[in-house]
C-alpha cells in the first residue's frame, strides 16, 4: 500500500471517528438541555423558587468523559421541610413528578413506603447533602447483585443511590424504555426500608409486565434477583 492510500484511509478513519465524538457531543447537549428544562419545572412546582432551588441555582454543564455505559444527570435533593427530612421530601416530590409514558400504564407506590416515614432510612455511610449538583450515573452497576451485597462496595469514588433513580426515570426517557424493556428491577440500594420489624428492604423501582404498571416497592436486602440492578453514582470534580 502507498503513502497516498494509507494516508487517505487513515484520514476517513480519524473524519469517522470525527464524527462519532460530534454527535454524542451533539447528543449529549441535547440530553443536558432537556434536563434543566424539567428541573426547572420541578423546582417551580415543588419548592416554589426558594432561594438556592431556583433555575438559577442550576449550575452549567460540566465536561467530563463519560464511560459507555454512564450518564450525566442532573439532581435535585431538596432540604428538611415542615418536620419532614429532606431525603423524605425528595423521594416523595420526584415519585409525583415522574410521569409514566403511555405504555407504562399507572404508578403504584407501597402504601407502608408512602405512610410510614419512620421505616425509611439512609444505609450506614450514605450521606444526603441537598442542593442541585451533575453527577455521573451508572444505571448497569452491580448487575445480579443482592442490595446487601453492594453495601460493602470498595469503591470509593462511587455511592449508592437513593432517589437519583426517580431523577433519572424522568429526565432520561431513553433509560427508561430501557428498564422497562429489560423488565429490570432498579435498586435504591442507598436506603434501608423497615417493612416489619426488624426485616430489613431496599426500595426499587419495577414494572408489573403483566399490566405495564410502574411501581415503586421494595424487596429482602439479601435477594439476589437476575435481573436486577444497583445504580451508583459519582461526584463531578470541578
Known amino acids: 500500500m502507498n503513502i497516498l492510500c494509507r494516508s487517505q484511509q487513515e484520514l476517513k478513519k480519524y473524519t469517522a471517528e470525527r464524527d462519532v465524538c460530534m454527535n454524542l457531543a451533539q447528543d449529549l447537549q441535547r440530553q443536558c438541555r432537556w434536563q434543566i428544562m424539567k428541573v426547572g419545572v420541578f423546582l417551580e412546582i415543588y419548592f416554589d423558587n426558594q432561594p438556592g432551588f431556583m433555575s438559577s441555582d442550576i449550575p452549567p454543564v460540566p465536561h467530563v468523559k463519560l464511560k459507555p455505559n454512564e450518564f450525566l444527570l442532573l439532581t435535585v435533593n431538596l432540604p428538611d421541610y415542615d418536620e419532614v427530612v429532606g431525603f423524605r421530601n425528595t423521594l416523595e416530590a420526584w415519585w409525583d413528578f415522574l410521569k409514566p409514558q403511555s405504555t407504562f400504564g399507572e404508578k403504584w407506590c407501597l402504601s407502608k413506603l408512602k405512610n410510614d416515614y419512620g421505616s425509611l432510612r439512609l444505609t450506614p455511610g450514605t450521606k444526603y447533602i441537598p442542593g442541585i449538583r451533575w453527577v455521573i450515573f451508572d444505571p448497569t452497576a452491580n448487575s445480579g447483585k443482592s442490595a446487601e451485597e453492594c453495601w460493602d462496595m470498595t469503591?470509593?469514588?462511587?455511592?449508592?443511590?437513593?432517589?437519583?433513580?426517580?431523577?433519572?426515570?424522568?429526565?432520561?426517557?431513553?433509560?427508561?424504555?430501557?428498564?422497562?424493556?429489560?423488565?429490570?428491577?432498579?435498586?435504591?440500594?442507598?436506603?434501608?426500608?423497615?417493612?416489619?420489624?426488624?426485616?430489613?428492604?431496599?426500595?426499587?423501582?419495577?414494572?408489573?409486565?403483566?399490566?405495564?404498571?410502574?411501581?415503586?416497592?421494595?424487596?429482602?436486602?439479601?435477594?439476589?434477583?437476575?435481573?436486577?440492578?444497583?445504580?451508583?453514582?459519582?461526584?463531578?470534580?470541578?
Not at 160 to 168: H, I, K, R, Y
Not at 173 to 183: F, I, V
Not at 202 to 221: A, F
Open 155 to 238: 469503591d470509593t469514588s462511587a455511592r449508592l443511590v437513593t432517589n437519583e433513580v426517580l431523577m433519572a426515570a424522568t429526565l432520561l426517557p431513553d433509560l427508561m424504555k430501557d428498564w422497562k424493556k429489560r423488565l429490570l428491577l432498579v435498586n435504591m440500594a442507598g436506603y434501608q426500608f423497615y417493612q416489619i420489624d426488624d426485616w430489613n428492604s431496599t426500595v426499587y423501582l419495577g414494572y408489573w409486565d403483566n399490566i405495564q404498571r410502574l411501581k415503586l416497592g421494595c424487596v429482602c436486602s439479601s435477594m439476589s434477583i437476575k435481573d436486577c440492578v444497583s445504580p451508583t453514582v459519582r461526584d463531578v470534580l470541578v
